[in-house]
């Protein structure tokens, strides 16, 4: 990194550095009185903040040097892969700095413990009386605000000015005012399923050997499902379900219904549906009612073609899709993207369907990508699982059927709002 481009990461420490969330412990463990189950009510229904919290319960506590050093030995535990990314972090002239809405003895004592130090830490301080008893100070809380006993935020804002990127890593709600104004998030936990409901940019990631990988990747290769993310089709596939079904006697399903019932592929979907024996005779119905529409009533989802255009040339591009093979090129040549990717590949093109990986593997053996540096864009769970199977990473769109947080649940990489996102989300972060 040079002087001119100059990077901040932010990270969270409980249920971030420390894979255990240690500060609910530290204060049940030291408490002397029940009155504090009072106080932490309030706060899990959003009567009041956590300074608020830790006003009340320090007074209720008490604890030694020697039972905090017991307590960080028994319930705090640094992720193995903290100290190669803090050196990954020197090597590229990262900056690094600890935000925490925990206690700095704890944080002290585990760094202590690690041989990790020089960090700049924003947190509570905890201060140990000789009598035992405990007082818990705030300095870095908003006096405005008031809510968190550390504003992650204000000290995002504090060093702003400073650099031209600032990256969050956390896990939780403290974590949730600075993920707003962040560069970019890289999520573990609720914080990711947060920033995926609310549209902020964030990388869902398990842990610190993840990081540098993911700030510097350059994606190689992208694949893309067809129906839902590069396609407006739904209206047409559930016509030719319906004439089908209103053919064979059965009830009709709304739009809705076949969208999120039809990922899987055409004759796997009817034998689960039909009655036995009946599948050949729906595939028939189906396919010689879609022969007549499928052209006519599909179309490009916004941004679908600009973001093939941007991304021609530069990675190498295919569609999967449990959408016939034949349809799908059909569709590509008549619709114009076609010139745009390397490969179709859809059912009935001699390999298993989604979510089996057969697909995704054919099409990273032709291209020889990496399959850490491949990519899946879909806007299913389905796509995410065969992407799972694949051991490829998965980019969700959110689309009228499935929300945001349905697909973050489901544990993507990345959960982009439309499609028209993905050219600047395969750029390398650093």
């Keep these: 990194m040079n002087s001119s481009n100059r990077v901040l990461i932010l990270c969270d420490f409980d249920g971030t550095v420390s894979t255990k969330d240690t500060v609910n412990r ?60 803090l050196q990954w972090a020197q090597a590229n002239r990262i900056d690094v700095k600890i935000v925490s809405d925990g206690f700095d003895l704890t944080i002290d004592k585990l760094f202590a413990n690690h041989g990790i130090s020089g960090l700049e830490v924003f947190v509570n301080r905890l201060v140990l009386r000789e009598s035992g008893r405990v007082e818990i100070h705030s300095p870095y809380a908003d006096p405005e605000c008031g809510t968190c006993g550390t504003c992650k935020l204000g000290v995002l804002r504090r060093f702003r ?53 993911l700030l510097t990747r350059k994606v ?44 899987y592929a055409l004759i ?69 993207f076609d010139r745009m990717v390397e490969m179709i590949i859809g059912a009935e093109d001699g ?27 879909g806007d299913t769970p389905l796509d995410i699982e065969a992407a799972r199977n694949a051991g490829i990473d998965a980019f969700a769109v959110t689309g009228p059927v499935f929300s945001a947080e349905e697909l973050a649940m489901h544990r993507p990489r990345r959960v982009l709002r439309n499609i028209a996102e993905l050219p600047d989300a395969l750029e390398p972060v650093i």
């Design 26 to 85: 530290l204060i049940r463990d030291h408490i002397i009185s029940t009155e504090w189950r009072y106080h932490v009510k309030r706060y899990l229904i959003g009567e009041i903040g956590s300074k608020a919290v830790y006003e009340a319960v320090a007074p209720l506590m008490r604890m030694s040097p020697a039972s905090m050093a017991r307590f960080v030995e028994n319930h705090a535990a640094l992720d193995p892969a903290f100290p190669a990314f």
């Design 161 to 213: 000015s400073q650099y031209d990127k600032i990256i969050l890593i956390g896990d939780g709600e403290s974590d949730r005012h600075a993920a707003r104004e962040a560069d970019l998030v890289l999520g573990l936990k609720d914080l990711f399923v947060y920033c995926a409901r609310e549209g902020i940019p964030c990388l869902r990631v398990e842990g610190f050997s993840e990081v540098p990988w």
């Design 220 to 263: 190689e290769a992208v694949t893309f499902d067809l129906d839902g993310t590069l396609l407006d089709s739904v209206e047409c596939i559930a016509d030719a379900f319906n004439h089908m079904f209103r053919t064979l006697g059965y009830p009709l399903m709304t739009k809705e219904q076949v969208a999120r019932k039809t990922n």
């Design 268 to 336: 796997p979907f009817l034998n689960a549906h039909l009655k036995p024996g009946e599948g050949p005779q729906g595939v028939k119905i189906f396919r010689d009612y879609y022969d007549t529409v499928f052209l006519k009533k599909s179309a490009m989802m916004p941004g679908a073609i600009e973001t093939l255009a941007a991304l021609n040339g530069t990675v190498r591009a295919a569609i999967v899709t449990n959408k016939r093979g034949f349809y799908a090129r059909k569709l590509a040549e008549h619709l114009g």
């Design 351 to 377: 390999f298993k369907p989604k979510p089996a990986a057969d697909m995704f593997e054919e099409f990273i053996r032709s291209v020889g990508a990496a399959k850490s540096n491949t990519i899946y864009v």
